[in-house]
């Protein structure tokens, strides 16, 4: 059975889409069938593994409207050997024609139930607010891994966060859990930085995974190019981060 890993923060540019890409790849290097899933209408996991997200004709869009099946709209990654299910710009539109259709939170979870035994993993790369797509996605997932960036409103956004995993579980997942907390954009020549990671660590009642993700020009660069950065500069710092982030993941999960 596949351990499915939502990857959320509803504050953007904390990382989350870097984090779907690179952690999904690492995953895979480790020997991991891995499957990631493109939640987010901008479909940037999508472009970030060179996928030309507006030629792919069954998205997770025509998924969730009932257009397409799971299989039909998985698509193997061919350098990394990740299958994605991808996303684009029409899948801003799917909370609307969806506005009828009776346990709309459940679609996803459903389609995905017929697949889940394939995979070591699956990833949900989810949009940075509490959308019908974000609910998809935690009510899909086992657990929630949350990339904070090490800046001062870090907090903020956790707080409401982990609100709304506890609504989630109370309503409609009672299954999910918190995978842990990522620190991503370390600086380690800022005190910031720093200051940032032991206030977490001394407010949060959560598991805090020991790689950061430091601030790297590589991880940047990378999906321009359309590959994880592992394959783009395999001995960046990033790369490295990112590996040593999949062997806790893996570690956790025995």
Not at 117 to 141: G, R
Not at 204 to 209: E, G, K, S, T, Y
Request: proline share 4%.
């Amino acid at each position: 059975m596949g351990k499915v890993i939502a990857i959320a923060n509803q504050k953007g540019g904390v990382g989350k889409t870097t984090t779907a890409i690179n952690l999904s790849a690492a995953l895979a290097e480790q020997g991991k069938k891995v499957l990631v899933i493109d939640a987010d209408p901008q479909g940037n996991t999508t472009s970030g593994y060179g996928i030309e997200k507006n030629e792919q004709e069954n998205t997770i869009y025509e998924l969730l409207l009932g257009e397409s099946s799971v299989e039909q709209c998985i698509i193997k990654e061919e350098k990394t050997g990740v299958y994605l299910l991808p996303a684009n710009v029409n899948l801003a539109a799917v909370e609307v024609e969806l506005i009828d259709t009776p346990k709309k939170e459940f679609i996803l979870k459903n389609e995905i139930d017929w697949v889940k035994d394939k995979y070591d993993f699956i990833i949900i790369d989810c949009p940075p607010s509490l959308s019908l797509l974000t609910i998809n996605a935690l009510t899909t997932a086992d657990s929630v891994l949350v990339p904070i960036q090490c800046e001062y409103y870090a907090l903020e956004g956790l707080s409401q966060l982990i609100h709304t995993v506890n609504l989630v579980k109370s309503r409609l997942n009672p299954e999910l859990d918190i995978e842990g907390v990522v620190f991503t954009m370390y600086d380690s020549r800022t005190n910031l930085s720093e200051d940032v990671v032991d206030n977490v660590k001394s407010v949060l009642n959560q598991h805090i995974f020991k790689t950061i993700i430091p601030r790297n020009i590589r991880l940047a660069e990378a999906p321009s190019r359309g590959l994880p950065v592992s394959l783009y500069d395999p001995r960046s710092s990033g790369a490295e981060a990112y590996t040593a982030l999949a062997k806790e993941v893996i570690k956790k999960n025995r």
